[in-house]
């Protein structure tokens, strides 16, 4: 007998096959109705009740991902894989959350962001708009990342740190505290008009100051390159 005794109105219900997760016991779902790419009677993945899945919108959980505790997931959001959200996370509007990714505490992923491979994005973190979290990578804190930005390597973006515009960050690098790190390009705009305004000066604090920017082909620097300067993997080398 299915855990619900009444399944009017409702898109999926909890089925008898169960899954343990510490102390929880969580439970498969399965459609009551097609919606979305979802058709009656597909089993999908492990909810510990029905307020972790929304019963309105086409959001659904997949293969065997987990979403347990106090977490939502709800509007067209879905969750897939081995992916887990639990605590008080919540995935919404057309969030995707798969591979072994996990969202958890009080974080929220929202819009049209992924989180996916073996990131995680934890504590009171967002990722939202169309971001992108992978790899090995976190976010946490109160961090955000949002627009078309990109987390993925090992890379940690933590503290109240803010990653938006076109921004990569990846490798080992670890934004933090209060930096704001926007679209590259644009900010190594505003970056070379001071540098080519102060090379005649000190170009010995010129060199210092690209040292902190993030590597880049030549392709993306020599828009904004001094005329005697080339740019290979971040460093400037005098011609």
């Given at each position: 007998m299915n855990v619900y005794k009444s399944n009017r109105g409702m898109k999926y219900e909890l089925t008898n096959e169960t899954k343990k997760i510490n102390d929880k016991t969580l439970y498969r779902i399965?459609?009551?109705?097609?919606?979305?790419?979802?058709?009656?009677?597909?089993?999908?993945?492990?909810?510990?009740?029905?307020?972790?899945?929304?019963?309105?919108?086409?959001?659904?959980?997949?293969?065997?991902?987990?979403?347990?505790?106090?977490?939502?997931?709800?509007?067209?959001?879905?969750?897939?894989?081995?992916?887990?959200?639990?605590?008080?996370?919540?995935?919404?509007?057309?969030?995707?959350?798969?591979?072994?990714?996990?969202?958890?505490?009080?974080?929220e992923v929202y819009g049209y962001a992924r989180v996916f491979d073996e990131a995680v994005v934890f504590d009171n973190a967002r990722v939202f708009d169309e971001a992108k979290v992978?790899?090995?990578?976190?976010?946490?804190?109160?961090?955000?990342?949002?627009?078309?930005?990109?987390?993925?390597?090992?890379?940690?973006?933590?503290?109240?740190?803010?990653?938006?515009?076109?921004?990569?960050?990846?490798?080992?690098?670890?934004?933090?505290?209060?930096?704001?790190?926007?679209?590259?390009?644009?900010?190594?705009?505003?970056c070379f008009r001071h540098l080519h305004d102060n090379l005649s000066h000190d170009e010995s604090i010129a060199r210092d100051d690209l040292a902190c920017w993030c590597k880049l082909t030549f392709d993306d620097w020599s828009e904004y390159l001094p005329k005697n300067y080339s740019v290979d993997v971040g460093e400037v080398i005098d011609e």
């Open positions: 399965k459609a009551l109705k097609d919606f979305g790419k979802v058709l009656k009677g597909d089993s999908g993945g492990f909810v510990q009740s029905e307020k972790n899945l929304s019963q309105e919108g086409l959001c659904w959980v997949y293969g065997n991902a987990v979403v347990f505790d106090e977490a939502r997931v709800y509007g067209n959001a879905v969750v897939f894989d081995e992916a887990q959200v639990y605590g008080n996370a919540v995935v919404y509007g057309y969030a995707q959350v798969f591979d072994e990714a996990k969202v958890c505490h009080e974080a992978f790899d090995e990578a976190e976010v946490y804190g109160e961090a955000e990342v949002y627009r078309e930005a990109e987390v993925y390597g090992v890379a940690q973006v933590c503290g109240d740190a803010r990653v938006y515009g076109e921004a990569r960050v990846y490798g080992e690098a670890r934004v933090y505290g209060e930096e704001r790190f926007q679209s590259a390009l644009t900010e190594l705009k505003d």
